[in-house]
Each structure stands twice: as C-alpha cells, then as structure tokens.
C-alpha cells in the first residue's frame, strides 16, 4: 500500500512542510526544483516516497529500489540556517541523525561508515546525498533506506534492510526520529559558532563511525586509490588516514573498508 502524508504525524512536528508523493525519479531533483520558492518550503521541509526510479547516489552512481521496498527522503535545509564554517559537516549531521533513528528500532549494531553512509553489522541499509541548489541557497539532503526489501531484491550482497532484519520499520518515528536529531545538530551548531568540536558534534559521530579504527581503501574522484589506517575526523568532518607512514585528508572520495 503506499505511503501518504497522513502516516506522518509524528512528523509533522519536525517539519514545517511535508509532501509525500506515489512516485518520482528522484526526490533530491525534486525538491532542488522546489528550493527556489522558499516561502513555500522553509527550512526542514521534507519530501519522500516508496517509489523513487531515478535516485543517485555519491559519485553519481545510479540508485534503484523496486516500488514499496525502500523509503527515498529528502530534507531541504536553508543556508542561512547552517552556519557557514560548518556546512562540511551536513552528511555527517544526517549520517549520525540516520544511523541514531536507524538504531532506534533494530537491536543489531547500526553504524556510520564516513563520510554518510549507515551499516547494520557491515551490511548497507542507507545511503545519503548531500546536494547545493543552483542558487546556493539550499543544502537538500537525500537518504534512500531500505525497509520491506527483501534478499532476492537486493541489488548487491552487500545490502541489508530492516525486513532482512526481521524487523518492520515504523517510517513515522524513523523520519520523525532523524529530522529532529538533524535540527538539534543545526542548533548546536549554531549556538557554539559553527564550531563542531565545541557543540560536540565531532565527538558525537565518532561514537558511531565504523570507519575509525579500520583499514580502508579511498578511491578518489579521479580514479586513484590507496590503502592506510583511518585514524579520525578532523575539525572539518575530513577523515583522517595514516598511509605508508603519512596522514592523508581525505574531504572526497570513495571509502571501502578492507578489516
């Protein structure tokens, strides 16, 4: 059955507009299209479906679900209310708001993987893109989690969803849970100057990163890679790796854990 704005009044108190649709290419190109008209849709304003054919991911990797198996979200935040010493910081602010709701409801170990990815042991469950509208105006954050998915729906073996789980999702409280762990972030932020270090976001999603401590593989944007030891998140949200002796930033790129 699909989804409608009335299965979200948990919601509702977190946003000041929601907009559910039956079926869409892609939730982040809608509400980018939707992101010039800021008084009808302010600050936190959400659009989601079941149903998304056309969803990108990071790198511009292609992102498809079958019909009700999968929830596409897409949350818009106004520039002006992210401060802008700390915009780095947005997908991994939605990584931790996600893998926070995520873990919510399941009982198995929910992680992030940096920068925005979350893990359920070392399984996908969710994938995040972090957008700027043309006009710099907007950030619109797109999350696609997998919920009725089942093994055999599965596009890789690498994914999971709540249903492979054993556990039915509540969408509510998940989306209700993860946009208000997202204005809470904003307002810490805020209050402490941008400073992701003093508001205790840094500490925060360090606490939920699987990526620290492991050995990883960066694939670059333009097609190198290495292998070293991700050893934190700088003041930034960079993710720091120790490779052939030396510590690398690492602001964009592909992240593979290897162990």
């Known amino acids: 059955m699909a989804i409608s704005a009335t299965d979200f009044l948990l919601t509702a108190a977190h946003t000041p507009h929601i907009a559910v649709v039956e079926s ?20 936190l304003s959400i659009l989601l479906t079941d149903d998304q054919r056309a969803g990108r991911g990071r790198l511009d990797r292609s992102w498809q679900a079958p019909a009700g198996t999968s929830l596409a979200l ?18 991994l602010i939605a990584g931790l708001a996600m893998t926070e709701s995520i873990a919510a409801q399941l009982s198995t170990a929910v992680s992030a993987k940096w920068p925005n ?6 399984k996908k469950i969710c994938g995040i893109l972090a957008e700027m509208s043309p006009n710099a105006e907007a950030i619109v954050v797109g999350s ?7 093994e055999e729906q599965a596009p890789v073996e690498t994914a999971t969803s709540f249903a492979m789980q054993g556990k039915p999702a509540h969408l509510d409280l998940l989306v209700s849970h993860y946009i208000g762990r ?11 100057d941008g400073d992701a270090v003093a508001s205790g976001l840094r500490d925060r999603f360090v606490a939920v990163c699987s990526t620290i401590g492991k ?3 960066i694939h670059l944007p333009g097609g190198d890679k290495y292998t070293g030891d991700a050893t934190g998140i700088d003041d930034d949200g960079r993710l720091q790796v120790v490779a052939d002796g030396e510590l690398r930033i690492v602001s ?8």
């Open 215 to 217: 050995v990883v593989t």
């Open 252 to 259: 964009a790129g592909d992240v593979v854990h290897v162990r």
């Open 24 to 43: 869409t290419g892609s939730t982040n190109a809608d509400l980018l299209a939707h992101s010039a008209d800021a008084s009808a849709w302010p600050h």
């Open 144 to 150: 696609g989690v997998n919920t009725a998915m089942t």
């Open 117 to 122: 990815d979350v893990l359920v042991g070392d």
């Open 182 to 192: 997202i204005a809470a972030e904003l307002q810490a932020l805020r209050d402490h």
């Open 74 to 91: 897409s949350v818009l935040l106004r520039a002006a209310e992210v401060p802008p010493t700390a915009r780095s910081w947005v997908p």
